[in-house]
């Protein structure tokens, strides 16, 4: 017995009845007068905006159309004023310049455009009163993606992919990953980005992450030349070392957090907050362990690590382990009776 999902078009239920060949005929006149409804087509209209060919964009799009002009190859976007047939006026959006480029018909604030095998961004002339003029085609390839509502493009340039702002065509993470798949989608306000360049020049840093959950100018910053990782808190007036930049990776102290993991040759070791500790703040336990978990006891922070495949406690203040390491998993860890101060 055949299912509905294997049926091929002659066979599925509905095709050789009447109506069904009634509403396909309207469906279609529906299609059509909205197609038709987008601008004037023939020869006498390609004669008055001197053109070789005439693309309308969707309704939604006003009277926008791409445009490639007699004797060219490239193509503009422009917003076509006509009344039964006859070219009224034509308002530049962007030049006949180009080999490719979108419609503005939504909530877009830019499209991609193509040029010489090269690409960029085109913001929303509505908005940008320059935006045509601001047209870079410098990337080997972008990406746009939207994620809780907000933008972001992902650039190529040369075989690397970085993060772009978009409306500067600035990196904020520079073009280091080989895929675009790994370039991590973080957001970054306005402030951030007015001292991300003075954050990257002071620290020799090639990226740079804020802590966006605390909000205090906490980030983590890269070494263009080590490749290692550090954390710092910008003040203003200057930018306050919390970790050096000793480290393959490293995570953010969580809120109110006395300590935090940070990560050499994939193992983790423990690192004293610089809130709680001041200048006493420092590593305690070495990048010497395989993972590690943060429990609640009696209200006292107590942290149990991995090591060798089997699970144990640790006093992560003065960096001594507190029990046997012997236990498969956390489930199996005795109570933490030892003090932990």
């Known amino acids: 017995m055949r299912s509905k999902s294997a049926c091929v078009w002659s066979d599925c239920e509905g095709f050789n009845r009447p109506w069904f060949f009634v509403l396909?005929?309207?469906?279609?006149?529906?299609?059509?007068d909205s197609l038709s409804a987008q601008g004037p087509e023939g020869r006498d209209f390609l004669r008055q905006l001197k053109a070789k060919e005439v693309q309308w964009g969707p309704e939604a799009c006003e009277g926008q159309a791409l445009v490639r002009p007699k004797g060219s190859k490239r193509w503009g976007l422009f917003v076509i004023h006509h009344y039964e047939g006859r070219l009224e006026r034509v308002d530049t959006l962007a030049?006949?310049?180009?080999?490719?480029?979108?419609?503005?018909?939504?909530?877009?604030?830019?499209?991609?455009?193509?040029?010489?095998?090269?690409?960029?961004?085109?913001?929303?002339?509505?908005?940008?009163?320059?935006?045509a003029e601001r047209i870079d085609c410098r990337f080997d390839a972008l990406q746009h993606m939207q994620e809780d509502g907000e933008d972001y493009v992902k650039a190529k340039q040369g075989n690397a992919w970085g993060l772009l702002d978009w409306f500067t065509q600035t990196w904020l993470i520079e073009p280091v990953y080989a895929q675009a798949e790994e370039v991590p989608l973080v957001y970054f306000d306005s402030w951030m980005q007015s001292i991300l360049p003075e954050i990257k020049s002071a620290l020799e840093a090639d990226l740079v992450f804020f802590d966006g959950g605390n909000g205090d100018g906490v980030f983590k910053a890269r070494h263009k030349v080590t490749g290692k990782w550090g954390m710092f808190q910008y003040g203003g007036s200057e930018i306050q070392t919390l970790i050096p930049m000793d480290y393959d990776s490293l995570r953010f102290f969580p809120f109110n957090g006395m300590y935090t993991a940070v990560y050499n040759s994939g193992n983790v070791g423990?690192?004293?907050?610089?809130?709680?500790?001041?200048?006493?703040?420092?590593?305690?336990?070495?990048?010497?362990?395989?993972?590690?978990?943060?429990?609640?006891?009696?209200?006292?922070s107590k942290l149990a690590m991995k090591k060798n495949g089997k699970w144990g406690w640790v006093d992560w203040l003065h960096g001594t382990e507190k029990s046997e390491f012997r236990y498969e998993t956390t489930d199996d860890l005795p109570y933490p009776y030892f003090k932990q101060d």
Not at 24 to 32: D, E, I, K, N, S
């Open 95 to 131: 030049p006949a310049e180009y080999d490719s480029l979108g419609f503005f018909c939504g909530m877009e604030r830019f499209v991609l455009v193509k040029k010489d095998g090269k690409y960029g961004l085109f913001l929303l002339p509505s908005e940008v009163h320059d935006a």
């Open 24 to 32: 396909t005929f309207l469906l279609g006149l529906m299609v059509w």
């Open 270 to 300: 423990i690192y004293l907050s610089y809130w709680s500790y001041g200048a006493d703040t420092h590593q305690t336990l070495p990048c010497a362990y395989e993972d590690y978990k943060r429990f609640s006891a009696d209200g006292v």
